[in-house]
């Protein structure tokens, strides 16, 4: 059954309403209505066959900036048992800390509250999940300080850890009459409004009305602060980086393991910085991201082993990138099956994507579909030498994949749903390669009908579950491969910050126009117009990801959830700046820190 997914959006968000049903099959080739001319790609090659002339496109994508024996020489000394040992001490120490302030009847929940906060933005939380939902427990229905900032910061951790926590009455003292936020003695500051700025945007979608006034409050104010500062030159330094750092972007929509390194710097500097947390965080990074490294190098191996980085000279090589997402994702210590896995997944994605985008014609991608939807290695006599290639890549490595999950837990049904779920991949690829080889723009519903599964999140999440869930069970693939909201409104989100990302770069090469165009075409408004819808429709769809993360069964696990979650903030921080996945710059210095250089 389609989802209506933005059907009633608010007008006071002064765009135009839009319903995108989110159909769980892949649409067939709608015919033409509107054709244009699509700019020619950056550069074309040609091939003479013995009875035509096939003109191929190609993207110019740049080679690899890391090179196979560069990441094959990483190393840390962060994998010694000195190191671990130092970190078993250093948890056992703030484990310790969590469980006195539990002791103590009378402690301002506000003080267990900032331990719990620090521990999340500096990536370490993972290690005292019991201790914190103990935490929460105790404090949940405990009355706070009456101050905005610690009703707010309140407010904004049990969200985060699923505790129901009514808005209107956590912030009826900082509301009027019409339920909307006001300026008072005990709310003109900036820290408080700050902690009511991140807490916003955990607020779901039949909390839209307050969401949208919130942001609008808290934003004008932190931004009017944010300027008296830069004159004045006052003394709150620390404050002053915070909250910019919200304003471009906030903390629940940050991909967690940039936010947490970035916090560590800043936390160092800090008025309330408690070594112990410092030391913690710092020791636990590097210890992690030596981790990361040998993920890294595995899956560097297996692609240099696949030869598509060498022979498909016009897709991007770019296993370190693919890797890049998969720590988005899921950067615990102990999921490194999945990130490797998953980034193996990422890689063939992107060379598939760059076969159906820039290179195979229309004969040959309809070939490559119905090989890929039949799952028969016979399939591939009429393909070319790269189809071939390609194909191979995928058929071996998903069905090693399933041959693990059978060999491992004893479970031999999960080929099918992914291979289907490729299938559906290709089906929506292919549309849009008919929609540029006829010239057709749709109109923007109906390109996101397609292309919430043609942006590969799909695809992605359930491999994902494949690869973290234990057991695997029938009822949670049947689950997913119904595309559930958890998956279809995380895609949603993945493919508006894909085209706000990529889609000027996309266009000057020769590809069929992105959910910015097909507005403008629709609406006839500038791009500058066009983009803000689009920002809007994303904070729209955040709402409706709030809420997606519950009420979903029992079988699908919370380590699934937050794939799903991390996926949509992992997309934000790669489009961010520009096209962080294809331009390797935009991205360069992020992996470097990642995976690269450790904290002093």
């Known amino acids: 059954m389609a989802l209506n997914l933005l059907s009633s959006l608010p007008a006071a968000c002064n765009f135009t309403r839009l319903s995108l049903p989110l159909s769980s099959k892949v649409n067939g080739f709608v015919p033409p209505i509107t054709r244009v001319q699509y700019p020619m790609a950056a550069s074309t090659t040609t091939i003479k066959p013995v009875d035509q002339t096939i003109i191929r496109r190609s993207a110019d994508y740049g080679p690899t900036i890391w090179s196979f024996d560069y990441i094959q020489s990483l190393d840390s000394k962060y994998k010694g048992e000195s190191y671990a040992r130092q970190l078993e001490k250093l ?42 939902k103990r935490t929460l427990d105790r404090i949940h229905n405990k009355n706070t300080n009456k101050s905005l900032y610690a009703r707010a910061l309140k407010f904004r951790i049990l969200r985060q850890y699923g505790y129901e926590n009514p808005v209107k009455e956590t912030f009826s003292r900082f509301m009027d009459e019409k339920e909307s936020f006001k300026l008072s003695s005990h709310s003109d500051e900036c820290k408080g409004m700050l902690a009511l700025h991140e807490a ?23 931004k009017e602060w944010v300027a008296k500062h830069d004159i004045d030159k006052n003394d709150d330094e620390y404050l002053c980086t915070l909250v910019k750092h919200a304003l471009e972007l906030p903390l629940h929509w940050r991909m967690r393991r940039l936010a947490a390194r970035w916090f560590i710097d800043v936390y160092e500097s800090g008025p309330d910085m408690n070594p112990i947390l410092l030391e913690l965080a710092k020791v636990d990074y590097n210890i992690v991201q030596a981790i990361h490294q040998e993920d ?111 060999r491992d837990q004893e479970v031999g049904m999960i080929i099918p749903y992914l291979k289907k779920a490729w299938a559906d991949q290709c089906k929506s690829y292919l549309v849009e390669a008919k929609w540029y080889n006829s010239g057709y723009i749709p109109t923007l519903q109906e390109y996101m009908e397609n292309a919430w599964i043609s942006v590969t ?33 995380s895609s949603m989100i993945v493919r508006l910050e894909d085209d706000l990302g990529t889609s000027s770069d996309e266009l000057k090469r020769g590809d069929v126009p992105k959910s910015i165009q097909c507005y403008m075409h629709e609406t006839r408004v500038s791009e500058d117009e066009a983009r803000e819808h689009i920002r809007d429709l994303i904070a729209e769809t955040w709402m409706k990801m709030n809420s997606a993360r519950f009420g979903n069964p029992p079988y699908l696990p919370d380590v699934f959830i937050g794939i799903a979650m991390n996926l949509v903030r992992m997309s934000q921080c790669m489009y961010l700046y520009g096209d962080g996945h294809g331009v390797q710059e935009n991205t360069k210095d992020r992996v470097l820190s990642l995976f690269i250089d450790p904290i002093p």
């Open 457 to 489: 999140a799909p695809v992605m999440l359930i491999h994902a579950y494949a690869f973290t869930a234990n057991p695997i069970t029938k009822e949670a693939l049947e689950f997913l491969q119904d595309s559930p909201d958890i998956i279809r409104i």
């Open 200 to 222: 916003a945007y955990l607020l779901v979608e039949e909390e839209s009305s307050i969401f949208r006034d919130a942001i609008r409050f808290t934003t004008a104010y932190l």
């Open 91 to 132: 948890k056992e120490q703030v484990s310790a800390m969590l469980q006195q302030d539990n002791k103590v009847v009378d402690l301002d929940p506000l003080h267990q509250l900032e331990l719990i906060d620090n521990l999340h933005r500096l990536g370490v939380s993972y290690h005292f999940e019991d201790e914190i």
């Open 296 to 406: 890294l190098k595995y899956v560097s191996r297996w692609w240099k082993k696949t030869g598509l980085g060498e022979k498909l000279n016009f897709a991007r090589d770019r296993v370190v990138e693919n890797f890049f997402w998969t720590v988005g994702d899921i950067f615990e210590p102990q999921f490194g099956y999945c990130r490797r896995m998953s980034a193996m997944v990422n890689c063939l994605l992107t060379s598939i994507d760059d076969v159906y985008d820039v290179y195979g014609t229309l004969d040959e991608l309809e070939l490559f579909t119905d090989a890929v939807e039949r799952w028969d290695a016979t399939a591939t006599e009429q393909l070319p030498y790269y189809m071939k290639l390609c194909f191979h890549a995928l058929y071996n490595s998903v069905n090693e994949m399933g041959f693990i999950a059978l």
